[in-house]
């Protein structure tokens, strides 16, 4: 009996290692704004996103997966890394991604349509910053840099109180000369 315990504690301390060991691996390139809470997996779904036969979210044909690392050039280039998905329904933990490879720049249609994680859930988030809401484009650079280390020119900003739970990962629509169309964020466990 004593056996099986240290069994299922071992086991059990080695899922959560592994779990653990499945966050980006980017070397000096932290995933700012990362607090999720394991046991979530809700997902801002966008339109077309359906699950597989896995129930594993799948994406939207033309959609792709990506992580922000930063937003720059007043607000108009996204700086990003492709990202993975990885899903175990059969353990019922959800979604989660990784970054990789190399950083690349997309550019950003102030036009388009960005959804991101609220506290209540998805919000549509307006293309220009109001009194009380930032823009689409603000939360994902408000998310992806938290502490205003990366704003240009030596611009500096108050503490904000948004609220930046998704991790920094988005399902983007990309069109012509890699500009985005369209981004969902994500929330992966």
Known sequence: MFNRHVLSVALAVSGALALTACG??????ATPGSS??????????PAGDDKGKDGCPTLAKGHKLIWVHNVEGAMA???????????????????FYHPEGPL????????????V?????????PATNTGKTLSGIGHVKECAD?????YDSGQSKEKSTE???????????????????EMTERFGS
Not at 104 to 115: E, P
Not at 164 to 179: H, L, R, S, T
């Open 117 to 125: 994680v609220g506290k209540d859930g998805p919000e549509v988030r």
């Open 104 to 115: 690349k720049t997309y550019s950003f249609d102030m036009n388009s349509k960005v959804t």
């Open 146 to 150: 938290p502490n205003h280390k990366q």
């Open 36 to 45: 999720a809470s394991p046991s979530q997996s809700a997902t801002a779904k």
């Open 24 to 29: 980006p691996d980017d070397g000096d390139m």
């Open 77 to 95: 280039n996204i700086i990003a890394r492709d990202a993975k998905m990885l899903c175990n329904t059969k353990m019922d933990e959800g979604a």
């Open 163 to 181: 609220y930046c739970m998704g991790q920094n990962y988005y399902d983007v629509a990309v069109g012509p000369d890699n500009k985005i169309t």
